[in-house]
Nanobody
Framework: QVQLVESGGGLVQPGGSLRLSCVAS????????MQWYRQAPGKQRERVAF???????NYVDSVKGRFTISRDNAKNTVNLQMNSLKPEDTAVYYC????????WGQGTQVTVST
């Protein structure tokens, strides 16, 4: 069965950092583009970053220079290092792969607040 299990979220002050992880199973991870999305209450889900099988990366403008996506194929894991966090980063964060269309895990809550 396909699984995408996100972890690492929490409550952090503005300017702080969090590292999110997503452990994947049920598909060929190493050949799959992996993506991080986020969804804030009342807003559409937004793609934050992706990393291809060749480790090309891309980010939404609002997180460039602050977030870094990476992958560890030996561990079937994609990570999102989030630095200099802002209140507008508050959302539930999900990992996703087009290899398994329409499949979403439970997500992990990130709250940036004083």
């Amino acid at each position: 069965q396909v699984q995408l299990v996100e972890s690492g979220g929490g409550l952090v002050q503005p300017g702080g950092s969090l590292r999110l992880s997503c452990v994947a199973s049920g598909f060929t991870f190493s050949s799959s583009t992996m993506q991080w999305y986020r969804q804030a209450p009342g807003k559409q889900r937004e793609r934050v970053a992706f990393i291809t099988s060749t480790r090309n990366t891309n980010y939404v403008d609002s997180v460039k220079g602050r977030f870094t996506i990476s992958r560890d194929n030996a561990k079937n894991t994609v990570n999102l290092q989030m630095n200099s966090l802002k209140p507008e980063d508050t959302a539930v964060y999900y990992c996703y792969t087009p290899q398994v269309p329409s499949y979403w895990g439970q997500g992990t809550q990130v709250t940036v607040s004083t």
